[in-house]
């Protein structure tokens, strides 16, 4: 098989996923930010928030306001002139809509108390996936903007994103708490359930952790060479399509497809996890003469 193009995969494809994933993204969830399901995940995020808990009369006004955000945001990043001055804001928009989720962090119980809080995380595993879309957010800005500098910072915000969901969500497989958790995801899925039939449920969160952290670590090693950084890439986008695929066997939408619930959404944000990793994988591999 001809590897080449993987080794020196055009800009303007990575670009484009970096783009059209953000923009799906936005598109989706801003379009759900005006149903129950949009006005729930404000309410139980936003009500712990030490800046917003105040304002617990006014959460539906608030899951509009950032709806109608990611939408405006989604229609500007769609335009083809890509250094425009509207495209350049709805980048920095994305951005911002992307980083400041990560303030959750800090004011939500996020910890699992039963094994001593940090940093055994629980439900922040969908709040550190926005450190890996901030970076995708502030390329497309910075590639809009020229800017060498916020492009170099916008790549290592990405693999800083891909490192602490792959490696952090990776060792809290090896807990007996989300060892029970994936469990409902993966014994109905037509892509995970063999896992099952080898091991234990304990063993078989432990296989995904060791995978998870063995692509990681393969893509970190891109700079070094790019067979292994390939197989590390490839990993993390097998990782987010079969992730994908819980959406369909476990309760990730509500009445239909399109209408995805917390968990559908915490799963969709794998892809822009894929386009960080890309975004990485390319900037630090392909300008390399060979293989190494």
């Known amino acids: 098989m001809n590897l080449s193009y993987f080794f020196n995969i055009p800009a303007r494809h ?7 994933t953000v923009v799906g993204y936005l598109l989706w ?3 759900l930010s005006f149903g129950e399901t ?11 928030h030490i800046l917003f808990s105040g304002f617990d ?4 006004l608030m899951a509009w306001l950032i709806g109608g955000l990611k939408l405006l945001t989604a229609i500007g990043l769609s335009q083809p002139n890509r250094h425009s001055t509207s495209y350049q804001w709805a980048a920095l928009a994305a951005f911002i809509l992307f980083i400041a989720p990560t303030t959750l962090l800090l004011t939500n119980p996020v910890w699992v108390e039963s094994y001593g809080g940090f940093p055994i995380i629980g439900s922040g595993q969908g709040i550190i996936k926005y450190f890996s879309m901030a ?9 809009a903007t020229s800017s060498q500098k916020c492009q170099r910072i916008a790549v290592w915000l990405c693999i800083f994103g891909v490192a602490i969901v792959m490696g952090w969500i990776g060792a809290m497989k090896f807990f007996e708490f989300e060892a029970q958790g994936i469990s409902r995801l993966m014994q109905t899925n037509i892509l995970f359930s063999w896992t099952y039939t080898l091991w234990s449920t304990q063993g078989a969160s432990n296989f995904i952790g060791i995978v998870e952290i063995i692509f990681l670590l393969a893509l970190l090693c891109a700079p070094l060479s790019r067979y292994i950084g390939l197989f ?3 990993g993390i986008f097998a990782t987010a399509f079969g992730t994908t695929t819980f959406i369909l066997n476990t309760p990730g939408y509500e009445g239909f497809l399109l209408n995805l619930n917390s968990t559908g959404q915490f799963i969709i944000k794998d892809w822009l996890l894929f386009a960080a990793a890309l975004i990485f994988y390319t900037s630090v591999a392909k300008r390399k003469p060979g293989p190494a």
Do not use: C, D, H, K
């Not at 990575?14 to 059209?20: H, S």
């Not at 949009?38 to 712990?48: D, R, V």
């Open 14 to 20: 990575v670009n484009a996923v970096a783009n059209w």
């Open 29 to 31: 969830t801003g379009i």
């Open 38 to 48: 949009g006005t729930q995940l404000i309410t139980n995020w936003f009500s712990g």
């Open 57 to 60: 009369s006014t959460w539906v």
């Open 135 to 143: 970076g995708v957010a502030l390329y497309l800005y910075a590639l």
């Open 232 to 234: 590390g890439l490839a």
